[in-house]
Protein backbone atom coordinates (compact mmCIF):
# COMPACT_ATOMS: atom_id res chain seq x y z
CA UNK A 1 0.00 0.00 0.00
CA UNK A 2 1.15 3.52 -1.08
CA UNK A 3 -0.44 6.51 0.83
CA UNK A 4 0.08 9.80 -1.00
CA UNK A 5 -0.28 13.05 0.55
CA UNK A 6 -0.96 16.64 -1.53
CA UNK A 7 0.19 19.85 -0.76
CA UNK A 8 -3.31 22.40 -0.60
CA UNK A 9 -3.66 24.21 -3.86
CA UNK A 10 -5.17 27.45 -3.77
CA UNK A 11 -6.49 30.29 -5.58
CA UNK A 12 -3.73 32.52 -7.39
CA UNK A 13 -4.01 35.29 -10.38
CA UNK A 14 -3.49 34.78 -14.01
CA UNK A 15 0.44 34.87 -14.53
CA UNK A 16 1.23 33.88 -10.76
CA UNK A 17 3.10 30.51 -9.65
CA UNK A 18 2.24 28.02 -7.14
CA UNK A 19 4.34 24.70 -6.09
CA UNK A 20 2.56 21.51 -5.06
CA UNK A 21 4.18 18.78 -3.48
CA UNK A 22 2.99 14.79 -3.10
CA UNK A 23 4.89 12.63 -0.46
CA UNK A 24 4.37 9.24 -1.09
CA UNK A 25 4.63 6.74 2.33
CA UNK A 26 4.51 3.20 2.48
CA UNK A 27 5.48 0.01 0.17
CA UNK A 28 7.73 2.76 -1.97
CA UNK A 29 9.67 0.34 -4.66
CA UNK A 30 12.86 1.48 -5.81
CA UNK A 31 11.51 1.77 -9.91
CA UNK A 32 8.38 3.81 -10.04
CA UNK A 33 6.49 7.08 -11.75
CA UNK A 34 5.27 9.90 -9.98
CA UNK A 35 3.41 12.52 -11.68
CA UNK A 36 0.49 15.05 -11.71
CA UNK A 37 -2.61 14.58 -13.12
CA UNK A 38 -5.56 17.40 -13.36
CA UNK A 39 -9.47 17.10 -14.01
CA UNK A 40 -11.50 19.93 -14.64
CA UNK A 41 -15.22 20.47 -14.31
CA UNK A 42 -16.95 18.22 -17.16
CA UNK A 43 -13.51 16.99 -18.58
CA UNK A 44 -11.72 14.09 -18.22
CA UNK A 45 -9.16 13.48 -16.18
CA UNK A 46 -5.39 14.15 -18.11
CA UNK A 47 -2.12 13.77 -17.70
CA UNK A 48 0.07 16.85 -16.63
CA UNK A 49 3.62 15.85 -15.80
CA UNK A 50 5.54 12.86 -14.37
CA UNK A 51 8.68 11.93 -13.59
CA UNK A 52 10.82 8.44 -13.36
CA UNK A 53 12.57 7.34 -10.49
CA UNK A 54 15.81 8.18 -13.00
CA UNK A 55 14.34 11.63 -13.37
CA UNK A 56 12.88 11.39 -16.59
CA UNK A 57 10.29 13.47 -17.16
CA UNK A 58 7.47 13.94 -19.61
CA UNK A 59 5.14 17.05 -19.93
CA UNK A 60 1.40 17.52 -21.37
CA UNK A 61 2.19 20.06 -24.57
CA UNK A 62 -0.56 22.60 -22.62
CA UNK A 63 2.32 22.91 -19.58
CA UNK A 64 5.70 22.59 -21.45
CA UNK A 65 7.90 25.60 -20.66
CA UNK A 66 5.20 26.73 -17.80
CA UNK A 67 5.24 23.66 -14.98
CA UNK A 68 8.22 21.62 -14.25
CA UNK A 69 7.77 18.56 -12.06
CA UNK A 70 10.62 17.42 -9.99
CA UNK A 71 11.24 15.06 -7.38
CA UNK A 72 13.11 13.78 -3.95
CA UNK A 73 13.96 10.40 -3.93
CA UNK A 74 15.42 9.94 -0.42
CA UNK A 75 12.21 11.87 0.76
CA UNK A 76 10.08 10.18 -1.43
CA UNK A 77 8.24 13.13 -2.74
CA UNK A 78 7.20 14.55 -6.12
CA UNK A 79 6.58 18.66 -6.78
CA UNK A 80 4.86 20.31 -9.10
CA UNK A 81 5.73 23.90 -9.82
CA UNK A 82 3.53 26.18 -11.94
CA UNK A 83 4.22 29.52 -13.52
CA UNK A 84 2.62 31.74 -15.66
CA UNK A 85 -0.67 30.09 -14.69
CA UNK A 86 -3.58 30.72 -17.03
CA UNK A 87 -7.23 30.05 -16.37
CA UNK A 88 -7.45 26.87 -18.00
CA UNK A 89 -5.14 25.45 -15.77
CA UNK A 90 -7.66 25.80 -12.98
CA UNK A 91 -8.86 21.70 -12.00
CA UNK A 92 -8.13 19.29 -8.76
CA UNK A 93 -4.78 18.13 -9.37
CA UNK A 94 -4.12 14.72 -8.17
CA UNK A 95 -0.94 13.39 -7.36
CA UNK A 96 0.12 9.60 -8.62
CA UNK A 97 2.15 6.93 -7.75
CA UNK A 98 2.83 3.69 -10.34
CA UNK A 99 4.47 1.07 -9.22
CA UNK A 100 5.65 -2.41 -10.84
CA UNK A 101 2.08 -3.65 -10.27
CA UNK A 102 -0.31 -1.07 -8.32
CA UNK A 103 -1.22 2.18 -9.04
CA UNK A 104 -2.13 5.10 -6.12
CA UNK A 105 -3.90 8.34 -6.28
CA UNK A 106 -4.04 11.12 -3.56
CA UNK A 107 -7.01 12.37 -2.37
CA UNK A 108 -6.86 15.82 -5.03
CA UNK A 109 -6.07 19.06 -4.53
CA UNK A 110 -8.04 22.00 -6.02
CA UNK A 111 -6.04 24.91 -8.42
CA UNK A 112 -7.47 27.98 -9.08
CA UNK A 113 -6.68 30.55 -11.25
CA UNK A 114 -8.52 34.07 -11.60
CA UNK A 115 -8.35 35.67 -14.89
Known amino acids: QVRLVESRGGLVQAGGSLRLSCAAS????????MGWYRQAPGKQRELVASITSGGNTNYDDSVKGRFTISRDNAKNTVYLQMNSLKPEDTAVYYC?????????WGQGTQVTVSS
Open 26 to 33: GSIGSINV
Open 96 to 104: NYRGSYHNY
